[in-house]
């Protein structure tokens, strides 16, 4: 019989990536919600005009990287290409803004793009990702990616680069689009298929081109910080200053364009050279136009989101394993009742337990005990537990001790 595999670009995650996985999503949370952030979470398909207005019908993602599909009542739906548009239609929906002057979101979950799989790129992959709504200064924008930052910092990934930049306001982009159309126009036919397009559609993701005869032919055009506004080039001085506040170094790159549309002012990438040519693990900014694009409404809002398959390559082996406090090991079948109990109420109690089911003999409970990893052994034979009592057998620094069995909790805490 032909076994049935996973589909191209989707990966299991189990055992030690599991744990890691859990790992990663959970000091995610712990640590954003120290800044006020709390877990949203919405559908994984949306109508797909959500992400036609929402990302943009100029973007690699809506032009071709979309799971879209008619259900079967006719309406026209995508999975998730990424967690934005859907935070931003779920607050308007709920008229969250009426509430709260300010909302923190954190949200972690699987995305869907049909990109070429690779490492580190996947057609399903997860994100963890964080969205604010409501606030305008650049302090909030200098406050998200220094947390986003000191996360990646903090749970053990180094080297890592904060590359930011000013894209402007939508006027901004208009005006600093004409004199990039310029300098583009003379080279158009050098440049690859997608960045005649890009011309067409969005030329200011021609500088995002991965394509390296693309980037050679591009290095001198004009750049967007050069067209900002008083204001803007004050915001943009504002969120380096409380950059450095925070202790985050940063690099400016003027090229830095993001590859979604609904990004203004502020966008940043935090990337690293570990992971060639996927490089970028997080990625985020201002996107003060979506909420008018999505609803009408004039709110400003900040994110980010990031690569958890990414991080987790980064990690490598460095992330905390399980812990196993005890191994139960019951020799002979008039202990099985007894140690059952006693691993239950160890369980109840919070501690980690293991127990076998079949295994009676001392010297399989090792081998066992030894495999799972545990830090401690409770030995229980037939006489000891007439007496009230087992032996406790400290697995790392290989001692043991008789103790009462009401004394056992006590000594593992
Ligand atoms: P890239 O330039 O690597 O394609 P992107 O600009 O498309 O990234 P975003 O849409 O900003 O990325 O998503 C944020 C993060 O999600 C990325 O920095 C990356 O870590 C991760 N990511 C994006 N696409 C994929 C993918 N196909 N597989 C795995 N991770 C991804
Ligand atoms: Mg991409």
Not at 60 to 66: F, S, T
Not at 217 to 243: F, G, M, N, R, W
Not at 262 to 289: A, F, M, P
Request: hydrophobic content about 35%.
């Amino acid at each position: 019989m032909k076994l049935i595999k996973a589909v191209r670009g989707t990966k299991d995650i189990f055992g030690d990536d599991g744990i890691k996985y859990d790992y990663v999503t959970r000091a995610a949370q712990e640590f954003f919600s120290n800044y006020g952030y709390t877990m949203i979470k919405t559908p994984i398909f949306e109508e797909t005009d959500l992400f036609k207005r929402g990302v943009g019908e100029g973007t690699d993602i809506v032009e071709k990287e979309m799971y879209t599909f008619k259900d079967r009542g006719e309406r026209s739906i995508t999975l998730r290409p990424e967690g934005t548009a859907a935070v931003v239609r779920c607050y308007l929906e709920n008229k969250i803004y009426a509430k709260e002057e300010t909302s923190r979101f954190f949200y972690a979950g699987s995305m869907f793009r049909y990109e070429r799989p690779q490492a580190g790129r996947q057609r399903e992959f997860n994100q963890i990702g964080v969205e604010v709504l409501g606030e305008s200064s650049p302090i909030l924008d200098a406050e998200v990616i220094a947390m986003g930052f000191s996360f990646l910092d903090k749970i053990g990934i180094t080297d890592l680069e904060v590359t930011i930049n000013s894209v402007g306001e939508k006027e901004t982009r208009v005006r600093y689009r004409e004199s990039l159309l310029s300098f583009l126009e003379p080279i158009k036919e050098e440049l690859c298929e997608d960045c005649k397009m890009r011309m067409e559609k969005n030329p200011l993701r021609v500088l995002d081109c991965k394509v390296e005869k693309c980037k050679t032919l591009t290095a001198d055009a004009p750049i967007i910080t050069d067209s900002l506004s008083q204001e803007e080039k004050e915001h943009y001085e504002t969120v380096k200053k409380y950059l450095t506040i925070f202790q985050v170094k940063y690099k400016e790159d003027p090229r830095l364009v993001r590859g979604l549309d609904y990004y203004s002012s502020t966008v940043y990438e935090i990337v690293t050279n570990k992971l060639g040519s996927q490089g970028t693990v997080l990625g985020g900014g201002r996107y003060d136009n979506l909420l008018k694009q999505l609803g009408d409404k004039e709110i400003p809002a900040f994110g980010f989101a990031a690569g958890v398959e990414r991080i987790m390559m980064l990690l490598g082996d460095e992330f905390p394993k399980r812990d196993l406090d005890i191994y139960v090991a019951w020799l002979g079948d008039e202990t099985k009742e007894f140690a059952f109990k006693l691993a239950n109420d160890l369980r109840l109690d919070g501690k980690t337990v293991a127990i076998d089911y079949n295994t009676k003999a001392m010297k399989a409970h090792m081998k066992k005990a030894d495999k799972v990893g545990a830090k401690n052994v409770v030995i229980i034979g037939d006489e000891e537990m007439n007496k009230g009592v087992v032996m406790l057998k400290d697995f790392i620094n290989r001692t043991q001790e008789e103790i009462k069995v009401e004394d056992l909790k006590k000594i593992l805490k």
